[in-house]
C-alpha cells in the first residue's frame, strides 16, 4: 500500500527572518519502519520549498516551503491510501490542519492521521477538525505500522491498534495506550534516503541549522525517554518518562552510515538526556575514537550538567565534541528546585561551564523567564548568574519565556490560576511572547527583563562579524537597538 508522510510547511513570525531548516525525525523513523511492509513517500514541505517564502496575515508572518497545489500535486501522483502530518508543536498546529484540508477537499477518500507532541497532548481538539481521521498518541512508529496494515486490509478493524484516537458512530473512541518500545535497537535507522537532504544540506550553507556548528549536520536520536519531572517539558507526552537508550554499538553504526553516505562529519545528538548513563556515552566516545569517524558533534537541546565532569568532558572533546549546552534555566537554586522542579544543583552547573570550556568544548545555556511562582528580583538574579556562567567560560545565552505548553504541569498551573494571557492560543505557541502573567510581573515586565537578559551575549562574535559583513546595514540598526535598550535599562 502507498502511504504518504508530510512534514507540514514552517510558519513563524516575518520579525524573526527566514526560519531555519532541520530534518523531521519522527518522519524518518515512522518512513523507516513503514517501508519495509508499504510503499512510502515522504513530502518534506518546508525543506524542499525552503527558498519559498510567502507572506500572510497581512505580511506579518513568513509560510516556508511548497504550495499546496504542489502538495496535491504530489498527492495525486502517489495515489496513497493513508496520509500521515506530523505536527511536532502546537504553534504549528493551523499549518497542519490547513494541509489536511487541502488534501481532503482534492482526494475526500484518503484516511488522514496525525503524529507528534501536539497530536498526542490535544487528541480530541485534532479530531474537532473534519479532515482529520485518526490522531496517533505516544510513539508513532507501531503505532501508524499497525494502522496502514489494518487500511490495507480493509479490516476496518482500528480499535485493535493501540496508541489511536479517531471517531465512529460521531464518538471518539480512544484505544489502550500503546507501551513504549523498550529496546531501541530493534528500529532501524532513519529513513534519511527518504528526506531531501540535498536541499536540506544547500539551505544550511545559508540560512540558521540547530546545532550551531559551521557546516551542515545531520540530527540523530540514541535514547528516548525523561525520568525527570521539569514543569514546562512536554516531551514526556511522546516519549514517556522512562529513559531508554540505543546500545553504544548501534549509535556508532549509525554514525558510521551518515559519513559513508553522505560524507557529513557534523552530528546533532538531540537526546534530552544522552549523559544519562556515563558508562553507555564513554562506550560511544570510545568506539567514535577507535574508529577513527573524525565527526563534531554537539547536544543542541542540552545535556544535565550535573551528568558531566571533567574527565568525561575530556573525552567527549577527543571523541569530536565541538559545543554543549546546559541548561539552568534559573539562577536561583529554590527556583529550580520548587518551582522548576528541575532538581538540579546551580553549583555543578558552574563547574561544568568551567570545566567545558578548559577543554576546549563551547557551552551555551538556556534560561526560562516568567514562571510562576518567580518574582522579578529572582529573574534579576538569573541574569546575575548568567552573567557568572559567561566569566567562567560560557559563550552563547538563550533566554525564553515560560511557554505553557499543552500537557505540561505549567499550562495546568496557568489554566488553573488563571494566568494565561488573552492572546493565549495555539498560533501563540510559536511566537515569541509572554503567555503568562501573575500578580508578581506583567508581559511587559517580561519584555524589559528579556531585554536585559539577552545582553549577556556579547556583541561581537564570529557568526556576527560575518553576518555584519554580508549586510551592514542591518548590523548597524542591530547595534543601535542594542544600544538604546542598553541605555533605556541602565
Known amino acids: 500500500m502507498h502511504v504518504c508522510l508530510i512534514n507540514p510547511p514552517r510558519i ?64 495525486q501522483k502517489f495515489q496513497p491510501k493513508l496520509v500521515v502530518i506530523s505536527v511536532p508543536y502546537s504553534g504549528w498546529a493551523t499549518a497542519a490542519f490547513d494541509v489536511a484540508k487541502t488534501i481532503k477537499t482534492a482526494q475526500p477518500h484518503l484516511k488522514i492521521a496525525l503524529i507528534g507532541l501536539h497530536a498526542s497532548s490535544r487528541p480530541t481538539q485534532c479530531l474537532t477538525q473534519t479532515n482529520v481521521d485518526f490522531v496517533v498518541t505516544g510513539e508513532p512508529e507501531i503505532t501508524i505500522l499497525e494502522l496502514a496494515n489494518t487500511i490495507e486490509n480493509e479490516t476496518q478493524n482500528f480499535k485493535e491498534v493501540k496508541g489511536l484516537s479517531f471517531i465512529e458512530n460521531n464518538q471518539i473512541v480512544t484505544t489502550t495506550l500503546r507501551p513504549f518500545i ?28 540547530s546545532g550551531n556548528l559551521k557546516k551542515p549536520s545531520i540530527r540523530m536520536l540514541t535514547t528516548r525517554g525523561c525520568p ?49 548513563n556515563r558508562e553507555r556515552l564513554v562506550k560511544i566516545c570510545n568506539l567514535l575514537i577507535e574508529k577513527r569517524l573524525n565527526v ?82 529572582d529573574m534579576k538574579q538569573t541574569i546575575q548568574f548568567a552573567h557568572k556562567l559567561r566569566r567562567l567560560g560560557a559563550e552563547y545565552f538563550y533566554f525564553s519565556y515560560a511557554t505553557p505548553l499543552y500537557g505540561t504541569e505549567l499550562y495546568r498551573q496557568a489554566k488553573e490560576g488563571n494566568y494565561l494571557t488573552n492572546n493565549f492560543s495555539d498560533d501563540a505557541l510559536s511566537a515569541v511572547q509572554p503567555l503568562i502573567e501573575t500578580p508578581e510581573f506583567t508581559s511587559n515586565d517580561l519584555r524589559c527583563l528579556a531585554a536585559e537578559a539577552n545582553l549577556v551575549n556579547p556583541t561581537v562574535t564570529h557568526e556576527r562579524v560575518l553576518r555584519a559583513i554580508r549586510n551592514p546595514k542591518k548590523a548597524i540598526e542591530i547595534l543601535l537597538a542594542r544600544n538604546k535598550i542598553k541605555h533605556k535599562i541602565t
Request: aromatic share 8%; glycine share 8%.
Open 296 to 377: 563534531e558533534w554537539c547536544t543542541p537541546n542540552g545535556v544535565r550538567a550535573d551528568a558531566l565532569d571533567p574527565q568525561l568532558l575530556t573525552l567527549m572533546h577527543k571523541a569530536g565534541c565541538k559545543k554543549i549546552l546546559v541548561a539552568p534555566e534559573s539562577g536561583v537554586q529554590h527556583i529550580v528546585d520548587e518551582v522548576l522542579k528541575k532538581k538540579q544543583n546551580l553549583q555543578r552547573v558552574e563547574e561544568a561551564v568551567a570545566a567545558a570550556h578548559k577543554v576546549g568544548i563551547k557551552v551555551g545555556c538556556f534560561f526560562i523567564l516568567g514562571m510562576i511562582g518567580e518574582t522579578k528580583e
Open 182 to 209: 523498550e529496546d531501541l535497537d530493534t528500529l532501524p535507522f532513519p529513513a534519511r534516503h527518504l528526506l531531501p537532504m540535498k536541499e536540506f544540506f544547500e539551505a544550511a550553507k545559508k540560512i540558521p541549522i
Open 12 to 75: 513563524q513570525p516575518k520579525a524573526w527572518g527566514k526560519p531555519s531548516v532541520y530534518q523531521p525525525m519522527d518522519i524518518a523513523y515512522v518512513a523507516a519502519v513503514l517501508e519495509k511492509n508499504h510503499t512510502v513517500l515522504v513530502i518534506d514541505v518546508p525543506n524542499e520549498g525552503w527558498e519559498l517564502l510567502e507572506e500572510i496575515e497581512g505580511g506579518g508572518k513568513y509560510r516556508q516551503g511548497l504550495s499546496n497545489t504542489e502538495i496535491v500535486a504530489r498527492i
Open 228 to 276: 525527570y519531572g521539569c514543569v514546562f517539558c512536554s516531551n514526556h507526552i511522546t516519549m514517556g518518562r522512562k529513559w531508554r537508550a540505543r546500545s553504544a554499538e548501534n549509535v556508532v553504526a549509525e554514525i558510521e552510515q551518515i559519513v559513508k553516505t553522505y560524507g557529513k562529519h557534523q552530528i546533532d545528538f538531540l537526546d534530552d538526556n544522552i549523559a544519562f
